[in-house]
């Protein structure tokens, strides 16, 4: 029944991608051409899954030799999906490039640091600024886009595959006219660069764009101004390149387009999301690293103004490869994931992969079904989930997750800087996953926001590690604090300008301005003997160091011991209605967490922060609401069950159970509960115990 055009057919679509909650798995039919694609999509059907993922490493099958095109395989699994109920998103294939585009043409392919050329094999290996390469991604797109891209049962577009996860930048010979251009783009003039960039240093003036190198290896360190803003050039090609095939799309097919990211690969999330339609990222955790998990479903919901989500691949039992494999989920793992997922904002929860790899580089790696078709231990979790997507989809239907009254700034400026200069070591993603693990270990409602955030309904902002606070961002922070909100800044947070060099007028630059001190020393603090004292603690201080004086500011924390006791490592000041807090350190050992949660709590109440719970650690409280209930989900994600004193009367109906103001809730491990509150039953006594929550915050 497929077209043999691009005309759109009669038979009715599924609803969309953000539209109800999807369940499902990447499923590779060209792998398995033996194999009924009927029969296996009712396998898929009757573990409960809804969609499937298909094509993006498939260019081999689709474009065998150039300009001999067959999407036959395709366009069958997308017959038979429809006749079945199963909904697919397609990934266009440009990540597995075919032998033909490779062999022998070594210019075509990534070239490392070191001159080394990428090998045909593995993935992401091209050259993608190379013009023979970048046409040929474009003509396969297009191709693509015309065969199947107004299918009824195709419901979005997947870009490509996790841009930068298994590559970096590109050091080959076709980059160095693009960097060129993407220079005097940016500066306009060599002296603009060789003043920005401050290239006297070691004779490393430059006259002419194309005479600035890629920082391969030399002797010694290249200036970190070259360094950070050959990761910015990088991250804007990728993000480039995926705009590209979506503007191809676009001219074909109406679907939704999104893209698989990760918060750990080497792209910049926020520039590769602006072109796309809806938000979608994969993550494998074990259970040790729930955390980390939730980290990103608070991160990655916030990049589109839908604040929804898909978590495109997650492990159904465990993750592996050749190289070796992850412990496996205990039972009820994967259910908390899902339940967290779907409370926190995703619409779509995806394993990879359906069935066992039989050949590749992940053989190892956890599935539904095994490759002799035996049910896998990861079905058994799917089940589960199913079950779980059952309770609460209709319980969020039309219903919105509030907006976090407190945003924990998560920065590509910042990364890209701590790569370069990571002080010691300090890897930033770990380091905000671990900020966001003790932030929510006060019991707060977190959103984990990128730079561009509006601010809008915050009530606390916090901004670590980002030794260049942008323009913009300090402006939106200080209307942000004269209106009434706390801002805490720091640690390693304004040192640096936007070139990547140290300012010259004040050590924390217009930071320091707004915030009434003034840096007298900056220098590493780690096994200096200095103990930070502030907010009745006392609390061991590492790492790079800005220390001030009061210029109209109030000092909170003061260094005992140490090269400079009495030197100021906290402050507050007042901006406006509100307050300016920066911490100039990093607080460690022993008593790291309860310094935190003390910093956090105490600005908390400063801020009035109201989506607040006195919950258990290792369980979430996620917030939703419509005009006529409230509804909290909560969930047990670290398996050592857990508890929430109830802020207001609520009821449990999948136990048909009512609940008092003040009673205390259990959930056991790995499990959840659905409460619900009538809204009219929100005064008096009740709404001072809810904390005067703004029932109407905006939201999903």
């Known amino acids: 029944m497929h077209p043999d055009n691009n005309d759109s057919v009669s038979s009715p679509r599924f609803p969309g991608p953000l539209d109800k909650l999807w369940h499902g798995a990447a499923y590779y039919p060209e792998l398995w051409p ?38 036959s395989i395709f366009l069958d699994v997308l017959d038979k999906a429809l006749e079945l109920g199963i909904a697919v998103v397609f990934g266009t294939p440009t990540p597995t490039p075919p032998i033909w585009l490779t062999h022998g043409h070594p210019d075509r392919v990534i070239h490392d640091p070191d001159g080394q050329v990428m090998s045909h094999g593995g993935r992401q290996h091209l050259a993608i600024d190379h013009p023979f390469v970048r046409e040929r991604c474009r003509i396969i797109v297009e191709k693509l ?43 306009g003039t060599i002296e603009k660069l060789n003043t920005a960039w401050g290239t006297g240093v070691w004779s490393q003036e430059y006259h002419q764009f194309d005479q600035v190198p890629f920082p391969k290896k030399c002797p010694g360190l290249h200036n970190a101004s070259l360094l950070t803003a050959w990761k910015r050039f ?22 939704p387009i999104t893209h698989n990211a990760g918060i750990l690969f080497r792209a910049n999330p926020e520039l590769t999301m602006e072109s796309m339609d809806f938000v979608s990222f994969d993550h494998y955790v074990d259970s040790d690293n729930w955390h980390r998990m939730v980290a990103n479903y608070d991160y990655w919901r916030n990049l589109k103004p839908s604040r929804r989500f898909w978590l495109m691949e997650t492990s159904s039992g465990h993750n592996g490869s050749l190289l070796g494999f992850h412990k496996p989920h205990p039972t009820g793992f994967v259910k908390a994931e899902a ?22 580089a992940e053989l190892t790696h956890g599935c539904l079904m ?58 930033y993603t770990a380091s905000m996953m671990e900020w966001s693990k003790t932030l929510r270990g006060t019991g707060v409602h977190v959103d984990l926001v990128p730079e561009a955030d509006s601010l809008e309904g915050r009530k606390l902002l916090i901004t670590p590690y980002m030794p260049a606070l942008p323009p913009e961002v300090i402006k939106r922070a200080e209307a942000f604090v004269r209106s009434g909100g706390v801002w805490i800044a720091g640690p390693l947070s304004g040192g640096r300008t936007m070139e990547h060099t140290v300012h010259t007028d004040r050590g924390l630059g217009d930071l320091e301005k707004l915030a009434g001190i003034r840096t007298i020393h900056s220098y590493p603090l780690f096994d200096s003997g200095s103990v930070g004292k502030a907010l009745d603690l006392s609390v061991e201080l590492t790492g790079w160091s800005y220390l001030f004086e009061s210029e109209g500011a109030k000092i909170v924390g003061e260094l005992e011991g140490g090269p400079t006791p009495g030197m ?9 209605d509100g307050l300016l807090v920066v ?7 022993d008593n790291r967490t309860e310094f935190l949660h003390q910093l956090f709590n105490h600005y908390s109440e400063r801020a009035e922060i109201t989506l607040r719970y006195d919950v258990s650690p290792g369980t979430l409280v996620c917030p939703w609401s419509s005009e006529e209930e409230e509804v909290l989900i909560c969930v047990n994600m670290d398996g ?61």
């Open 370 to 427: 095994q490759s002799w078709d035996s049910p896998a231990m990861g079905m058994a979790a799917a089940k589960e989930v199913e079950e779980a997507r059952c309770v609460l989809e209709p319980v969020l239907e039309n219903k919105i997750l509030k907006r976090a009254e407190v945003a924990l700034m998560w920065s590509d400026t910042g990364r890209t800087m701590m790569q370069t200069e990571p002080h010691n070591g300090v890897e």
């Open 339 to 360: 339940v967290a997922s779907y409370a926190l904002g995703g619409v779509g929860f995806c394993y990879w992969v359906w069935r066992q790899q039989r050949a590749g």
């Open 145 to 187: 886009a015309l065969a199947v891209g107004n299918h009824p049962a195709l419901i979005a577009w997947q870009i490509d595959n996790e841009f930068k996860c298994d590559t970096d930048a590109d050091y080959g010979p076709s980059v160095c006219p693009v960097w060129a251009n993407w220079l005097q783009e940016k500066y």
């Open 234 to 255: 990088s991250r804007e090609r990728i993000a480039d390149y995926g705009a590209e095939q979506a503007a191809i799309i676009r001219k074909h097919s109406s679907i």
């Open 34 to 71: 033996d194999q009924s694609v009927e029969e296996e999509l009712k396998l898929i059907k009757d573990s409960g899954l809804s969609v499937v993922r298909i094509g993006e490493f498939a260019w081999s099958k689709m474009e065998p030799r150039q300009d001999e095109f067959d999407f």
């Open 640 to 700: 050592k069950g857990g508890s929430l004193k109830l802020p207001i009367a609520a009821v449990d109906n999948a136990v048909d159970v009512e609940y008092s103001d003040g009673d205390t809730i259990v959930i056991p491990a790995y499990g959840y509960s659905v409460l619900k509150v009538a809204v009219d039953s929100l005064s008096g006594n009740q709404m001072n115990r809810a904390g005067k929550r703004a029932l109407a915050s905006e939201g999903l």
């Open 583 to 589: 911490l100039g350190a990093e607080p460690c050992g």
């Open 568 to 576: 100021g490592f906290l402050s507050e000041c007042a901006l406006g």
